[in-house]
Structure formats: C-alpha cells, structure tokens
C-alpha cells in the first residue's frame, strides 16, 4: 500500500512538473532563442510576394546566438523554367560586394599601407586636380570649381568624397551613369580613371551622396597588396573562410546554379529580363557591384564580423577595427531617420528615429536586385535575404527586418 502511494505522489509530481514545463515554453520551436511559429509570419509574406508576382523566389536565412534559426528557399529560379530555387543559389549581389571590399581594404589599413586621414592624392595623385561642379543640373557641359580641401581616404569609406554613383536624377548623374556603364573597360583602372574626369556632386565632407568610390578602394587594393583585387579576396578572405562560390565569375559547373534576373511587364507580370548579368568573362575587379555569391556563402562572411573580425580559428580584422568601422562617421549628413554611415555599412544610430524593430549599432546595407542582409552584434544576430528582381525595392530590407525581430523570444 505503501509502494503504491509513493507510485501516485510521484505520477502527479512529474505532471505538475510537466505541466509546467509546457506552461513556460513559447508554443513552437525555439532555435537561438528565436520562435519558428513566429518566423513563418516572415514565411508566408515571401511566399505571398511570390503568389503575387512581385518576386519570383527568395532565399533566407537567419543566425542567431551561434545556431541558424531560420533557412528556406522560396519559389523559382526563374519563372521560364521548372526548377525550384534552392538554398545554395548564387546571386548577383550587386552593392552587397561593397561591404566584401571594405574588409579587404581595412585588412590593408591594419597592416600599416595607409591612414584613414591621409589624402587620397598621396597614393593616385590624379586626386588633387579634381574639380567640383557648381550646378549638377548642367550635367559634365557646366561651370566648375575647385576642391576647397582635398578628399581622404576615409571619405571614400564613408561616401561623402564627393563621388556620384550616376543613380540620381541630375543630368551629372546621367552623364556620369552613360560614361561609367555605358562604355566598355577592361580593367577598374581605366573605369576609375573616367571616373576621375568627372567633375565632383559637391565638395568633400560636406553631403552622404552614395558613390562609385569602392571602385577607388578597389584600384587601391591592387596598388597596396601588390595584386589583383580578386586574387586579394581569394587568397585573403574567400579560401580560408571557404566562401567557394563567391567571385566575379561563376566556374561552369555551377552555372546552371545562377538565379534568373527579374522584373514585371507593363501587364505586371513577373518575366525574366532580357539581360542578364554576364557570368564569365568578367575582367573588372568592380568595388562597387561585381561579385555573385549565395545566402550560406555570405552568412560566413557576416559571421566573421558578428565575431568581432575572426571564424574558424582564423582573425581577419582585430576587434577595434570591426568597432571603428560600425561606427557613424558622417554626423548627421545621411538622412534616413535614426541612421548613419559608417565605413562599408548603414549603422542604426537611434532604434525610435527609424520606426522600425532593430537595436542600436545594427549594420546593413543591401544591392539592386534586392538582396539584403543586416549584423545585429546586440542580438547576436544575422539575417539575409537574397533575390533577383529589378528595380531595387527597399521594402523588403524593412520587412525582412521587422519579421525577423517580431520571432525573438528570450
């Protein structure tokens, strides 16, 4: 009898105790802390994008506290065709090559090639005879004057040299856009080198104007390493952190792995556009826009800095530099709410200003076929959003961003 009581005592014990386990767990997995019920909020928007015909297949992944807590693909690859886009597409990554080409050069800067303050003209001297225009809307036909001070290199880190990328609306930006994308090079010198025969948007230090000054840190990258960017990125930072399908050619026998570009029709259908991003034969070592890549692929690279500059045993960049370079180094001159730029990146400077989930000291920035990924060292978090749709659409970094915070529940 006695035996019997002590079974029951211990019965209705381990239920209390179950019960309330059950009690104290969010409902769904839990994976880094991070809610799957809550995540496939963020499942079932993509995928109604993709109903929608708005994009034709995403993939996206999220890494949270050292564990990935989200990772699914979407869709099409190409809306022509049958194959179902897969988790180790390749992309063109278009301005995400940005941030990639950052690292490299600050990996330059510690080994003592330059300063941050130094004038460009100390190591392309063509810099000191630059003019500014006095009124873009004249286009390269109109007056200009010269530089009141000479622009730095960190300038070029932070887009506010004066540079334009030729995405604007003034006639400098077109002309800039049709001599800069509209003629053919061989090499990022002779591309940087018409670059420089462009008159300036304003004087340096005094505006964030987005610009093609990677292609600059690119042309400085093969001066300082004594070797061509792509072998830099190669050797440096692609091989040992075993980024394998990432470079500015996609080897054969992954071409069949290359995501479709897209875009609607006037009768806003999603189609594949008639040109497509050239994935051999590509001979510009591009700062600005040139590299492919896959979401895994670029997962590691982001890892590496959420780990303060090291991954597999390896340090690429020392902690202070990852500080320095998420940092905002451009005041108030970047005009998004509650932002500011940093070396390489956009940096969340107020989390109230931008109206959005995130945390400060959130780094991010995103490319024209709408791929996107943000760092978030706070919550010790990654998330990426690759896609191949035309024309850029900012809002599905913000969505991306809201859905993925809204699943965080520890």
């Known amino acids: 009898m006695k035996m019997t009581r002590l079974l029951t005592f211990l019965q209705i014990a381990s239920l209390l105790l179950f019960a309330q386990y059950l009690y104290a767990q969010p409902a769904g997995k839990i994976v880094g802390g991070m809610s799957a019920e809550r995540l496939a909020h963020y499942e079932n928007f993509i995928n109604s994008e993709i109903e929608n015909q708005n994009i034709a297949g995403a993939v996206s992944l999220v890494w949270r506290k050292g564990e990935v807590a989200h990772s699914k693909s979407f869709g099409k690859s190409s809306v022509d065709g049958t194959d179902k886009m897969e988790k180790d597409q390749l992309f063109f990554i278009q301005s995400m090559t940005k941030p990639i080409i950052t690292v490299a050069f600050m990996m330059l800067y510690e080994e003592g090639h330059f300063q941050l303050s130094d004038p460009v003209s100390k190591y392309i001297p063509e810099f000191k005879d630059l003019k500014v225009s006095k009124d873009v809307n004249e286009g390269l036909k109109g007056d200009t004057e010269p530089l ?7 300038q070029l880190l932070s887009h506010t040299a004066g540079f334009s990328h030729g995405l604007g609306s003034s006639k400098l930006d077109q002309d800039l856009r049709a001599a800069m994308y509209g003629a053919t090079f061989k090499t990022i010198e002779e591309r940087t080198d018409k670059l420089l025969e462009m008159p300036l948007i304003g004087q340096p230090g005094k ?19 004594e070797m061509p960017t792509r072998k830099f990125l190669q050797e440096r930072l692609f091989d040992p952190l075993k980024m394998n399908s990432t470079g500015y050619n996609v080897p054969e026998d992954l071409q069949d792995k290359v995501a479709a570009l897209h875009f609607k029709n006037e009768e806003g259908k999603m189609i594949v556009s008639p040109r497509q991003t050239p994935t051999s034969g590509n001979t510009i070592d591009s700062g600005v826009n040139g590299l492919f890549s896959t979401a895994e692929d670029y997962l590691t690279f982001c890892r590496m800095l959420l780990n303060k500059g090291e991954l597999y045993g390896k340090r690429y960049l020392s902690r202070k530099t990852v500080e320095l370079m998420t940092q905002n180094h451009v005041g108030d001159l970047y005009t998004d709410p509650g932002t500011g730029f940093g070396l390489g990146f956009a940096v969340t400077t107020d989390v109230a200003k931008t109206k959005e989930l995130g945390s400060l000291g959130k780094y991010y920035w995103s490319g024209a076929f709408c791929t996107f990924f943000f760092i978030d060292p706070h919550e010790e978090m990654i998330a990426i ?3 191949q749709t035309a024309p850029y659409n ?11 915070y809204q699943a965080i529940v520890d």
Do not use: C, N, R
């Open 207 to 225: 505006q964030w104007y987005y610009s093609a000054a990677p292609d600059v840190l690119s042309v400085l990258i093969h001066k300082f390493s």
């Open 148 to 154: 009141e001070e000479e622009i730095t290199i960190a």
């Open 385 to 387: 959003l690759m896609t």
């Open 394 to 404: 900012g809002y599905y970094g913000s969505k991306m961003s809201h859905f993925v």
